[in-house]
């Protein structure tokens, strides 16, 4: 099949219309639409349902479509490696991550990979945990980054690491003079606590429960950044991972005290990509960016 039909049909599904997929190509509504009829003639079977304007995938279509976008990512892939033989170092990548992650750790690390890499184009999309997953399976993102990703067959995880879960407090705080400190030790304090929504609260709530500690939070959110704007202003103390203040912490802002309960889980970062198939050039070399900056952290105990 053509290199032309292949995106203009991939086009089409993603916009939901001829229309609407000619005007993201900049070509005309029937240049689309003879690109799909020739490959239906061709195939001798329909694509689409046509109904009430709208087009959904037949079976077959969808069968179809799976091969058309694994034909698209293989052909950018192979067109990165010629670039990259070539010493172009260019390309573009796209990473999946949740919000707190966009916010806190991938504004340093993208900056860092694009100091060494400045011809290469990076897309960060922030989703909920259990969009990221769908998005590297579906190839709308090369890699995805969260917290407690379920494993999948079609996903492989390319880097790991477990992270302590602490507490977050002012400089002149009381807690900030200490090494460690409890669970039972914070909650003399206003607790400002992740929302239910968010991985790390589920671990928050287990250790709670374990430790028969009731928690009635002044404030809770799954804004990494208003919690932590709440803690600078004196609201209260929140109970987050190292990486989530990184920022704030390197500006002497913020402080993190780990907690020490026995029983209390860390959090698994992971970093993930497709099971089959491999990363293009820039992928591969965000993929290795992004581990050694996640070891050089877990080393230096941040």
Sequence with gaps: MHARVLRYLDEVVRRGSIRKAAEHLH???????RQILDLEAELGTPLFERIHKRLRLTPTGEMVLAHVRAT???????????????????????VAATTGLAGSLLPSLVHEFRQRHPGIVVRIIDLPLSDIAV????????LGLAY???????LRALAT???????????????????????????????ILPAPPLSIRSL????????????????ESTSMALIQRLVMLGEGIALLNPLDVMEERSRNALVFVP???AHLRRQTLVLTGRARGQLSAAGELMAQSI????????????
């Design 259 to 261: 907690l020490r309960d």
């Design 161 to 191: 690491s477990e992270w302590q879960i602490g507490a977050i407090v002012p400089p002149r705080h009381a807690l900030a003079r200490q090494s460690s400190v409890l669970l039972s030790e914070c909650i003399g304090h206003p607790l």
């Design 72 to 94: 698209l990512r293989e052909h950018a892939a192979l067109r990165e490696r010629i670039a990259e033989l070539q010493g172009a170092r260019s390309g573009e990548i796209t």
């Design 148 to 154: 407690d990703l379920s494993e999948r067959p079609a």
């Design 27 to 33: 070509v005309a509504p029937t240049a689309v639409n």
């Design 291 to 302: 581990g050694q900056a996640l070891a050089r952290l877990f080393a230096g105990g941040r």
């Design 135 to 142: 998005a590297v399976e579906g190839g709308d993102a090369d």
């Design 204 to 219: 928050l709530d287990e250790a709670f429960a374990r430790n028969a500690i009731e928690v009635t939070p002044v404030a």
